[in-house]
């Protein structure tokens, strides 16, 4: 059982951004930094945890390094009959889906797709097309990226932005 009204104060706002930062740092290091003992960090991160404020810790991964080398974006249009939860269960059967999402505005959904090469896409994008529900799809495949919140590029950036910039609210 979670209990996601748990306070969050300042420390804890430390503690999230070194674990954004780099989610290995320890929790004596963490300690180190923000005046705290690793355990006093440890019970914080505990309870941020059983708070749902921590969700869980991953590993990044280059995906070009795993042959993912195309990456698309793909809206989904359904027919009016198509609950979200029906496209949510279609997408979990593809691999190649990162992430899949309702939206507002023309399309019902947005998919992120990683593929090997475009004629994987292709495949891929025809067997999305094959889904009974799903009436039409545009693609719209990745050139380069411009700003990327992964841990490595953006995320620092995110985690030390603790404050709104001078002159916002």
């Known amino acids: 059982m979670t209990n996601r009204s748990a306070p969050f104060d300042e ?11 780099n989610a290995r ?7 180190a930094a923000i005046g705290l003992s ?7 991160v505990d309870r941020m945890r059983e708070a749902d404020i921590i969700t869980g810790f991953t590993t990044t991964v280059r995906p070009s390094a795993l042959g993912w ?6 809206e989904v249009y359904c027919d009016s009959a198509a609950p979200p939860r029906r496209l949510a269960e279609v997408v979990r059967d593809y691999p190649e889906i990162m992430a899949a999402m309702t939206v507002t505005g ?3 959904a947005l998919l992120h797709v990683r593929a090997t090469d475009v004629e994987h896409f ?3 994008l025809e067997r999305i097309r094959a889904e009974p529900f799903i009436r039409k799809t545009i693609s ?4 380069s990226h411009l700003l990327t919140s992964s841990p490595e590029a953006g995320a620092g950036r995110a985690a030390t932005m603790e404050e709104p910039p001078s002159g916002e609210a």
């Open 11 to 21: 420390l804890d706002r430390k503690i999230v951004a070194a674990l954004v930062a």
């Open 140 to 143: 719209y495949m990745v050139l």
């Open 38 to 44: 690793a355990t006093a960090v440890k019970r914080r």
């Open 69 to 74: 080398r195309t990456e698309a974006y793909v």
């Open 25 to 31: 740092t320890s929790f004596t290091e963490i300690g």
């Open 106 to 108: 023309g399309a019902d």
């Open 122 to 124: 292709e495949e891929v």
